[in-house]
């Protein structure tokens, strides 16, 4: 319940520290040249260049701005009233659904529920503590020369798994001849009540690319954790608005006694 209260607080707090950006409508950095005025911004098109979307991908993919990678999150964000609900299907018949709403052009708001055994004949098995609130606020936009920042909170995590809580986000995006690769990293803790930085701080690395509407993403989760990192690694394809995905959880045996499992995600991407 405490740590209800604390994300209800943070994100209430964020909100109130977005809310003169978006009046402002305040840009951080250069603004986007180059490669991202090859398209307009009004074409209607996924690939439009907007403020939350990197300066690059616009030109290089019809592949979705990336909220995340697998389960790293990046900086990057969604527009005002943009909408995206994912639905992930996991081992033992669980589903982790998570649902994104744009309140500004740097800040959205979610919500993430965590039903296990909700596929099969086991009883359904929810706790207070497997629906959590979601937020994600831009401190600085994608240039050609600085990364994206962003600061949010998460959670819950499949089956029971260690929150995420609040996190710091960083991506940089590199264009290539055939595609681009964005690389993102960041810092979390699910401790935000008792926090000490030589038990609770994890670490992420993630890599992900896309070649028109297929898209790939390899990371490295929850790094600093005393049973070892978790490897993950997943292909997607965009049927614009819907995303299809396989994802494959724990390679190559980092942590000890945990198999390889695979998942199964539907994304929406629309308009409120």
């Given at each position: 319940?405490?740590?209800?209260?604390?994300?209800?607080?943070?994100?209430?707090?964020?909100?109130?520290?977005?809310?003169?950006?978006?009046?402002?409508?305040?840009?951080?950095?250069?603004?986007?040249?180059?490669?991202?005025?090859?398209?307009?911004?009004?074409?209607?098109?996924?690939?439009?260049?907007?403020?939350?979307?990197?300066?690059?991908?616009?030109?290089?993919?019809?592949?979705?701005?990336?909220?995340?990678?697998?389960?790293?999150?990046?900086?990057?964000?969604?527009?005002?009233?943009?909408?995206?609900?994912?639905?992930?299907?996991?081992?033992?018949?669980?589903?982790?659904?998570?649902?994104?709403?744009?309140?500004?052009?740097?800040?959205?708001?979610?919500?993430?529920?965590?039903?296990?055994?909700?596929?099969?004949?086991?009883?359904?098995?929810?706790?207070?503590?497997?629906?959590?609130?979601?937020a994600r606020l831009l401190l600085l936009l994608e240039d050609d020369d600085i990364p994206a920042v962003a600061i949010g909170y998460d959670g819950p995590a499949y089956e029971h798994g260690p929150a995420r809580g609040l996190y710091l986000a960083v991506s940089k995006e590199f264009p290539t001849s055939l595609a681009y690769v964005q690389v993102h990293g960041g810092l979390n803790t699910?401790?935000?009540?008792?926090?000490?930085?030589?038990?609770?701080?994890?670490?992420?690395?993630?890599?992900?690319?896309?070649?028109?509407?297929?898209?790939?993403?390899?990371?490295?989760?929850?790094?600093?954790?005393?049973?070892?990192?978790?490897?993950?690694?997943?292909?997607?394809?965009?049927?614009?608005?819907?995303?299809?995905?396989?994802?494959?959880?724990?390679?190559?045996?980092?942590?000890?006694?945990?198999?390889?499992?695979?998942?199964?995600?539907?994304?929406?991407?629309?308009?409120?």
């Amino acid at each position: 319940m405490i740590r209800v209260h604390l994300a209800l607080a943070w994100a209430l707090l964020a909100l109130g520290l977005c809310a003169p950006l978006s009046a402002a409508d305040l840009e951080i950095g250069a603004p986007a040249s180059g490669l991202a005025e090859a398209r307009p911004a009004d074409s209607g098109s996924s690939g439009a260049v907007t403020a939350s979307r990197p300066v690059h991908m616009a030109v290089s993919s019809d592949y979705p701005v990336r909220i995340d990678a697998g389960d790293v999150p990046t900086a990057y964000g969604l527009e005002k009233y943009d909408l995206r609900v994912d639905l992930r299907f996991y081992d033992g018949g669980g589903i982790l659904t998570k649902a994104y709403l744009g309140i500004f052009q740097r800040f959205f708001l979610g919500g993430a529920a965590d039903l296990r055994a909700a596929i099969g004949s086991g009883a359904l098995s929810m706790t207070r503590d497997d629906a959590q609130l979601l937020a994600r606020l831009l401190l600085l936009l994608e240039d050609d020369d600085i990364p994206a920042v962003a600061i949010g909170y998460d959670g819950p995590a499949y089956e029971h798994g260690p929150a995420r809580g609040l996190y710091l986000a960083v991506s940089k995006e590199f264009p290539t001849s055939l595609a681009y690769v964005q690389v993102h990293g960041g810092l979390n803790t699910g401790q935000v009540d008792q926090f000490n930085v030589e038990h609770d701080l994890r670490g992420s690395l993630a890599i992900t690319t896309a070649i028109h509407n297929v898209g790939l993403f390899s990371e490295l989760d929850e790094i600093m954790e005393p049973v070892g990192p978790r490897w993950n690694c997943g292909a997607e394809v965009n049927f614009d608005p819907i995303v299809v995905a396989v994802e494959i959880r724990d390679l190559g045996a980092i942590r000890p006694d945990t198999p390889v499992s695979r998942l199964l995600r539907l994304s929406y991407n629309g308009r409120f």
